[in-house]
């Protein structure tokens, strides 16, 4: 005799991977504010944007956002998150030569036909 389990989501109290739900997305008018200021401006991938969805809708949780050298350094020696969390694959934006994107400043995220997709806060510039 096979029995089957069925899970359900509701009954488990399921909880995304590490532990917390880490959406980052703006409301339309606010990331219009960030983007009309005159600030760099840089255009993605196709990659990019896939990463870029990913982490404004939660489904990179724990991550809340590209990852820092910390994050890149624990994720290719260890494949883990400076938390310990498991994480094998990096999460980064490349930035092209001569960007001039220092630390702490704004950066209007684009699309190749030049949409708006996102305003990012740049914390750290590491090669």
């Known amino acids: 005799m096979t029995t089957t389990r069925r899970w359900s989501a ?3 109290g399921s909880l995304p991977h590490g532990g917390r739900l880490v959406q980052r997305q703006l ?3 606010e990331a219009e504010e960030l983007a009309a200021r005159r600030i760099p401006r840089l255009t993605l991938s196709a990659a990019e944007v896939a990463d870029l969805r990913a ?6 949780s724990p991550l809340g956002g590209f990852m820092d050298a910390e994050q890149h350094q624990g994720c290719v020696e260890d494949m883990r998150l ?7 694959i990096p999460v980064c934006l ?11 400043g704004l950066v209007a995220l684009r ?4 949409a708006l997709l996102g305003v990012l806060e740049v914390q750290e510039v590491f090669e």
């Open 27 to 29: 409301a339309v008018a």
């Open 111 to 114: 699309g190749q036909d030049g």
């Open 10 to 12: 509701e009954a488990e």
């Open 82 to 88: 400076p938390d310990g969390t498991l994480w094998p």
């Open 55 to 60: 982490l404004a809708t939660g489904a990179y």
């Open 94 to 104: 490349g930035l092209p030569d001569g960007a001039g994107l220092g630390d702490g």
